[in-house]
């Protein structure tokens, strides 16, 4: 059965760095951080980590209205901003005629947490009877891929993945493996995540999993770097339109990249501790090279997951030492969340961005607060500054996330 071939039309993206491809694009290949001292928890200093990468003054008002906000968790608004960017973005309409053939497959690792702790202290508070009749269907984390195929009239195949920090890789990566089959002719994939709250903020740091560089926020994020402490809470969304490659050709759309090669395996070793030899993810990175069908040494650039952790960063560094060999020295490798923080769920789609884009643009963004290098992390970081090449060809894009589920795609010119 011939498969078909997946194309990228259309991005859509909201960060603490901006609300667009263009703004957002800018202030990574400028190496810019949008990490601060978090504004939206009062009590913001009884807490281990008080920093993250917060979107401020957000604005969908374009997209969707005020009453309707009232009923979407943030994480959804986020969600349904970005899809309805990225499908302006790629000039599609879904009209009568692809409407049953369009998809959406969005991940979010935690879903509405903010709406869970309102209601939840309503409940103590004031008693059952006080509860939001809209709780649920607020708080669920598949109600954002519900509510862009409601808003973008989507009605092909529509679910929601909930594998942690590969979330959203698994997420395009599924939506890439639905249209190749022939399932849809057109997916609107990505992840989702507004997690800083209070909640999730005690969690993560009282499990030692956040970077408590308080005093410096914009130097907190160090991925590979051997003071790094931890990773910083983020904040966001992306989202990408895939297009079987025919009906791209056929509608004329601009076409950013080829989606060529998913893998997706498992640790099976620990809840949150990556396996110490890397395996899990270099079994991925290897399964998502196999698919593409393009020559390892056709990727010219890797979008590594680099949390900024102590354990992952240094195994994350083994994995690709184990599939690229002898030619991983030779590697251009960077992490983009020592700019955004850990977007959680919605990590692997804005870091998806950041590699069409270099791809697109011939810039390899920098991994910024790269001062002290690490001896169990020795490849090429791009440190501190953007690099410009002659020719990307192929790049990759990393995540690992608690559970020990892997996930990593693989982009080619067209």
């Not at 992490?335 to 998806?352: D, F, I, P």
């Not at 011939?362 to 690099?387: G, K, Q």
């Amino acid at each position: 059965m011939r498969e078909n071939r997946v194309v990228v039309t259309g991005m859509g993206v909201l960060t603490s760095l901006g609300d667009n491809i263009e703004e957002f694009w800018k202030n990574i290949s400028a190496g810019k951080s949008g990490i601060k001292k978090i504004e939206g928890i009062d009590d913001i200093e009884n807490y281990p980590s008080q920093i993250g990468a917060e979107i401020m003054d957000f604005n969908p008002d374009c997209y969707i209205d005020k009453k309707s906000r009232r009923r979407m968790a943030l994480f959804t608004q986020y969600g349904v901003y970005t899809a309805l960017e990225a499908l302006e973005d790629a000039g599609l309409e879904i009209d009568e005629d692809i409407e049953d053939e369009t998809g959406v497959i969005v991940g979010s690792g935690i879903g509405g947490i903010e709406v869970i702790e309102e209601q939840i202290d309503r409940l103590h508070s004031r008693g059952p009877g006080r509860v939001s009749p809209f709780f649920i269907p607020m708080m669920i984390s598949n109600m954002c891929a519900g509510q862009i195929s409601i808003y973008a009239g989507a009605k092909g195949p529509n679910s929601n993945t909930v594998t942690a920090c590969a979330s959203a890789t698994h997420a395009i990566g599924d939506a890439m493996e639905t249209i190749k089959r022939g399932d849809a002719r057109v997916m609107i994939a990505g992840g989702t995540e507004a997690s800083i709250a209070p909640s999730a903020l005690a969690g993560f740091g009282n499990m030692k999993a956040l970077s408590t560089r308080n005093d410096e926020p914009q130097k907190a994020s160090r991925p590979f770097d051997e003071e790094r402490d931890g990773f910083v809470i983020g904040e966001g969304s992306g989202m990408l339109i895939l297009e079987d490659y025919e009906f791209a050709k056929e509608r004329g759309a601009e076409i950013y990249a080829e989606i060529s090669g998913y893998g997706s395996t498992a640790d099976a070793y620990h809840i949150t501790q990556p396996d110490p030899e890397g395996d899990g993810a270099a079994r991925a990175m290897s399964a998502a090279i196999a698919e593409s069908e393009i020559s390892a040494d056709n990727i010219d650039y890797i979008n590594a997951h680099g949390t900024s952790t102590p354990f992952n960063d240094k195994l994350e560094t083994k994995a690709i030492h184990s599939v690229f060999a002898d030619r991983a020295d030779e590697l251009n490798v960077s992490s983009s969340k020592s700019m955004t923080g850990h977007l959680l769920g919605a990590a692997g789609a804005v870091e998806t961005i950041v590699s069409l884009k270099a791809l697109e643009t011939n810039v390899l963004p920098p991994t910024i607060n790269y001062e002290n290098p690490d001896p169990e992390c020795d490849l090429d970081y791009i440190p501190n500054e953007s690099r410009e090449v002659d020719d990307v060809q192929g790049v990759m894009t990393n995540s690992f996330g608690f559970g020990g589920h892997n996930a990593c795609l693989v982009m080619n010119k067209i």
